[in-house]
């Protein structure tokens, strides 16, 4: 069964500084990963989706990659600013399942 | 607008009560899924549906019931028997249980259920 991890659990950032977020999983025959943003009492927006067949999607300041083999994909911010504080989740997707959730890393961006 | 809408916001349950939350969905999606949110935690998968009149356990379906009756509404009764219900629960829809983009899933914006 998928299990997927995100490290750390939350992060603590001055604004403008470049940050990774790590998510792993344990199967790689994945068809694809998908990066969610949250925002506290809210409900998930997605952000990126990348395709087992590719390895980063760039979306303005943020660059996701995926490597498959490894069973990892990051999550890169760039120039971070106090609106990007938010809980950060991957989630991924192996067949005729739903998606497969980790427990998020809560990012805290400091003016 | 284009969207999920759960209803209500917050939600208060007496001992031995049963409950249902409502989600709604006009983005013509077939796929239709309830997570359930403690805090710390990530969202653990109820009950999902892909089709109309066809639904499917997810890991934490005891206590819980669901019904598909129409592609639009998907609602979540918490049953008596879920003895610890207090949570965030997030409603989502997607185009399927496909890859690419029509597996992308779009979610409400949450009920929270608290006990009396």
């Known amino acids: 069964k998928q299990e997927v991890t995100q490290i750390p659990a939350a992060l603590s950032v001055p604004e403008g500084e470049n940050l990774v977020l790590n998510c792993s999983f344990t199967?790689?025959?994945?068809?694809?990963l998908q990066w969610f943003r949250q925002d506290p009492g809210k409900g998930l927006t997605s952000l990126l989706l990348i395709q087992s067949s590719q390895r980063e999607q760039t979306s303005g300041r943020l660059n996701a990659s995926l490597d498959k083999s490894s069973g990892r994909s990051t999550l890169y911010i760039a120039a971070s600013q106090p609106g990007d504080s938010a809980t950060y989740l991957c989630?991924?997707?192996?067949?005729?399942?739903?998606?497969?959730f980790g427990k998020g890393t809560r990012l805290s961006v400091i003016a | 607008d284009g969207g999920i809408t759960q209803s209500p916001k917050y939600l208060f349950r007496k001992e031995g009560q049963n409950v249902t939350l409502s989600c709604e969905q006009n983005?013509?999606?077939?796929?239709m899924y309830w997570y359930r949110q403690d805090p710390g935690q990530g969202l653990r998968l109820i009950y999902y549906?892909?089709?109309?009149?066809?639904?499917q356990k997810g890991d934490i379906a005891e206590g819980y019931s669901v019904s598909r009756e129409k592609k639009e509404s998907f609602p979540l009764t918490v049953t008596s028997a879920q003895k610890n219900p207090t949570a965030f629960y997030l409603c989502?829809?997607?185009?399927?249980?496909?890859?690419?983009?029509?597996?992308?899933?779009?979610f409400g914006a949450g009920t929270r259920l608290s006990v009396l």
């Open positions: 983005l013509n999606h077939d796929a």
């Open positions: 199967d790689s025959a994945i068809y694809n």
């Open positions: 989630a991924t997707y192996s067949g005729n399942t739903p998606l497969v």
């Open positions: 549906s892909q089709i109309v009149n066809d639904f």
């Open positions: 989502a829809s997607s185009g399927g249980l496909a890859g690419g983009r029509k597996n992308i899933q779009y």
